[in-house]
């Protein structure tokens, strides 16, 4: 029992575990009239490889990082096992691989009395079906113009690499390198390692207390029955439309914002009659691949099809062109794209990815004397943050909004690894949820960030190159916190010069680095 996280009295613990660049948080809340803590536990997953991008050893060279068994040991000690409530954000493998695998599951000898999920986890939503079929059809299409890929370039080939890491964000795993194998989980996405992960929290919650899907507007309490935290939802939106927003537009980017790219339109050559796909000509101009075209050769009709006669086949040699019949030569290669569209399967995998990115689950824990607020907004991204603006709860003098709550935030942890499009910027005054909105008046002094991101593997072992976090993000962050902000693979924040040891020693004295984690207390007081 000695190892187990006892925050002090009237206060919270947040853990924040550096298993590598993903998220993995527990929450120990002190409970009155409780000798024992209400423990919550938010994901537990990473990218296989950046663990061993954290740490360091006398040399200055990178040393290997701790294994996701080590993280979920270390919880399970923390905790006795016993876990009052399990919060899953959303279905990517740096949220979920490390809850299960198929042999000797992670948290399988934990209990789990209760679980959260977003209302897009819903089976009786409906809504919620139509997403998760759309995903699932567009994991298929992937899949396929990932395995072409692979046969016309080569698995080593740069664009096959590419879109394995985003495939896997996708299905889940604990291999560094996207396994071959995996992609069968692909036609069968619940048997992939995500579906997996999430079925083991379910089937554990369900044998106690349940399972609840959360939406935006509702309002749940957690901890002491007399005294309890409340737990405002904010995200993920309930609207298509909003889900499939991703970039941030004019004032809410921070500076050096990637532009936005989009492609969907491999789709249609793996799946699809081009007829069927969105095209810039009127119907009376087009045909289609298998439409027949008669000609005359050497006296004799002839007939082929469209495409045949056109574009002909890579395997074929091109025919001259005949000036009585045909303008141009037949099987000509400059007339075919052959295997380019093939490239453009990233921006889709991009945006299946940032897609389930906005339907995270997006949390603000308020505590009940001093109302002070955690802030957790998972992988949330622009659709996700433009849809809180106008949310109330309550009634009356019990009333309150998205802008009260985020004005006492105390603590953010910062969307998506701090990447471009997971934190808007603006102002107080603007009429959209951004950063300014957080830790205003006498919460400033408090205001802490965390960013779960290991920035040197985010850089070197991504192609492009992952900017996690944004260097703009990241300044705007140490600049409202005062130098406050942990991240995964910095060894402890480093003091600004404008911050006074005094009131650098006040945050001090509320964190613990370790190995394995960081820990932050809050008091629930003044």
């Known amino acids: 029992m000695e190892n187990l996280l006892i925050p002090p009295s009237g206060s919270v613990t947040v853990r924040m575990y550096r298993q590598g ?49 080590e993280i979920v040991d270390h919880i399970a000690l923390s905790t006795d096992s016993h876990l009052d409530l399990f919060i899953v954000t959303h279905e990517h493998q740096d949220h979920l691989n490390g809850i299960w695998k198929e042999t000797n599951p992670f948290f399988e000898n934990f209990t789990i009395d209760k679980a959260w999920f977003a209302w897009t986890e819903d089976p009786s939503d409906e809504l919620a079906n139509k997403l998760r079929k759309k995903h699932r059809d567009q994991l298929l299409g992937l899949v396929g113009a990932r395995n072409k890929l692979s046969l016309t370039f080569g698995a080593d080939h740069s664009a096959v690499e590419r879109l394995d890491e985003l495939l896997s964000l996708e299905i889940g795993g604990h291999e560094e390198k996207f396994a071959a194998g995996i992609l069968g989980a ?3 996405p619940a048997q992939s390692d ?10 554990k919650a369900l044998a106690n207390n349940g399972v609840e899907f959360l939406r935006p507007g509702d309002l749940e309490k957690i901890g002491s029955a007399a005294d309890p935290v409340k737990v405002y939802v904010l995200g993920p939106p309930q609207s298509e439309t909003l889900l499939a927003d991703e970039d941030p537009v004019g004032n809410e980017s921070f500076p050096n914002n990637l532009a936005r790219q989009q492609s969907g339109s491999f789709m249609a050559a793996v799946n699809a009659d081009p007829i069927d796909v969105g095209s810039p000509f009127d119907s009376r101009f087009q045909c289609s691949f298998s439409d027949e075209v008669q000609y005359i050769e050497n006296g004799n009709i002839k007939i082929e099809s469209f495409l045949q006669t056109y574009y002909g086949d890579i395997d074929a040699s091109p025919k001259p062109a005949d000036s009585k019949n045909k303008e141009v030569e037949q099987n000509a290669e400059w007339r075919r794209i052959d295997n380019d569209w093939l490239l453009s399967s990233e921006n889709l995998a991009i945006k299946l990815n940032t897609g389930i990115n906005n339907t995270s689950l997006v ?32 009634t009356g003098q019990e009333e309150t909004t998205t802008k009260d709550i985020l ?5 953010y942890k910062a969307g998506h ?19 300014s909105w957080m830790g205003q008046g006498k919460y400033a002094r408090e205001f802490t960030a965390m960013i779960t991101a290991v920035n040197t593997w985010a850089i070197t072992k991504n192609r492009p190159p992952w900017r996690h976090p944004l260097p703009a993000i990241k300044k705007a962050l140490e600049e409202k916190c005062s130098g406050r902000v942990f991240q995964t693979d910095v060894p402890v924040p480093a003091k600004p010069n404008n911050v006074s040891d005094t009131e650098w020693q006040a945050f001090v004295q509320r964190m613990k680095v370790d190995r394995l984690y960081f820990d932050y207390t809050i008091a629930d007081a003044e």
């Open 363 to 394: 949390l603000a824990f308020e505590l009940p004397k001093s109302k002070k607020v955690l802030f957790f907004a998972g992988d949330a991204q622009r659709g996700n943050w433009i849809s809180w603006a106008d949310m109330k709860w309550g």
């Open 417 to 435: 690894h701090g990447s471009h499009n997971a934190t808007l910027s603006g102002q107080v005054k603007d009429k959209y949820a951004n950063l």
């Open 194 to 203: 995500n579906k997996q992960s999430m079925k083991l929290v379910k089937d």
């Open 407 to 411: 004005s006492r935030a105390v603590l």
């Open 21 to 69: 660049h993903g998220d993995c948080f527990l929450l120990a809340f002190d409970q009155e009239n409780s000798d024992r803590p209400f423990y919550v536990v938010i994901d537990c997953g990473y990218k296989p490889g950046s663990q061993n991008f954290i740490h360091k050893d006398e040399s200055g060279a990178f040393a290997n990082g701790p294994s996701i068994r």
């Open 186 to 188: 692909a036609a069968d």
